[in-house]
């Protein structure tokens, strides 16, 4: 049996910081990513890959905002805007990934599934939201949001005069149709789904599927699934080649090979990053401590180099 990889592309595999956001570049991003996965098909791996879609759901958002301000238009819920980008994104990359195996010969199908992930409702993270999305908004704004629709706002990290929507960010605890992906995937087709970590929801006391308002953590929803499926191996594609520890820092050090035991005291002493490595670290370890193999974090074009990457395991030497 082929093994079977989880693949969760990073934000820079379909946008840049310093750009607009057109489709145009993202397309462009995304063919260059996606050619970097050649290498495991051909390696004989089957494949899921999830994405990120914060850049979009907050256009998503913005253009709720202008729609609801100028032309009265009703914003939709956040659940159906992850819903959106999951579909949209989902479409560009699968036919993005087609013409490129096409370019390579290579005959697999690749089938997008709009994902909905399973939250428990009292999680605390609901007690606390931090997940900031959406636009800027001042604090006379703010109040009137927070009285009209009871929306949540924190200040923006980019300014003290500035203020965004928060929403929860709960942990996952299911994948939904995990039995349909993985037998999908141990088929031989390419698939693409919980992107931007899922659609949350919930079940009613009736075991009826509800929406709730939250953002999960792409990585950590990623995790979840790729044990769920019985994932062999654990890609996180980022913007840096390797895990460092103390990065940006003089004491900056690459950590290449690492084992379970190590990475979670690197963790606990507050070594990674908490708004970027960090979660990812955190979403590996879950991976190896369920029975993963070897969770990898690393940068797309690192792919095909043998000695690519920082590879967690529960061991050395695995």
């Known amino acids: 049996m082929n093994k079977l990889a989880v693949v969760a592309l990073g934000g820079n595999a379909l946008l840049r910081d310093n750009e607009k956001g057109t489709i145009e570049e993202q397309e462009k991003h995304t063919a260059e990513t996606l050619e970097n996965l050649i290498f495991l098909i051909k390696a004989g791996y089957d494949l899921i890959v999830t994405h990120g879609n914060g850049p979009q759901v907050g256009n998503i958002l913005m253009r709720n905002d202008a729609g609801e301000h100028v032309y009265g238009i009703k914003a939709m819920p956040l659940d159906i805007c992850v819903a959106d980008t999951q579909g949209g994104i989902g479409y560009m990359i699968e036919r993005i990934f087609r013409n490129i195996l096409n370019k390579y010969g290579i ?14 409702p009292k999680d605390t993270a609901f007690e606390n939201p931090t997940k900031r ?14 009285k009209e629709k ?11 005069n ?15 149709n995990l039995n349909i992906i993985r037998d999908l995937a141990r088929k031989g087709n390419i ?8 659609i949350p929801v919930y079940y009613d006391e009736n075991r009826d599927v509800r929406t709730i308002d939250a953002v999960i953590d792409k990585d950590l929803a990623s995790s979840v699934l790729a044990n769920g499926v019985d994932a ?15 990065f940006g820092l003089p004491t900056q050090e ?13 963790l606990n002493a507050g070594t990674f990053a908490e708004g970027s490595m960090a979660p990812k670290i955190v979403a590996a370890l879950s991976f190896i401590k369920s029975g993963g193999e070897k969770s990898i974090i690393t940068e797309a074009s690192k792919l095909e180099d043998k000695s690519y ?8 030497g695995m």
């Open 254 to 266: 690459k950590l290449e090979f690492l084992d379970y035991e190590d990475t979670v005291k690197y």
């Open 191 to 198: 698939i693409i789904t919980c992107g931007g970590g899922g």
């Open 232 to 246: 062999n191996e654990f890609y996180i594609l980022t913007d840096v080649p390797f895990i460092f520890k103390d």
């Open 133 to 146: 999305i959406g636009v800027h908004y001042s604090a006379e704004q703010a109040q009137i949001l927070t």
């Open 150 to 160: 009871g929306w949540i706002f924190k200040l923006s990290k980019k300014g003290e």
């Open 107 to 120: 005959k697999r199908n690749v089938i997008t599934i709009v994902g909905m992930v399973e939250v428990d």
């Open 309 to 316: 990457g920082s590879k967690i395991t529960m061991k050395y």
């Open 162 to 176: 500035e203020w965004r929507r928060v929403v929860p960010s709960p942990v996952p605890k299911a994948i939904f």
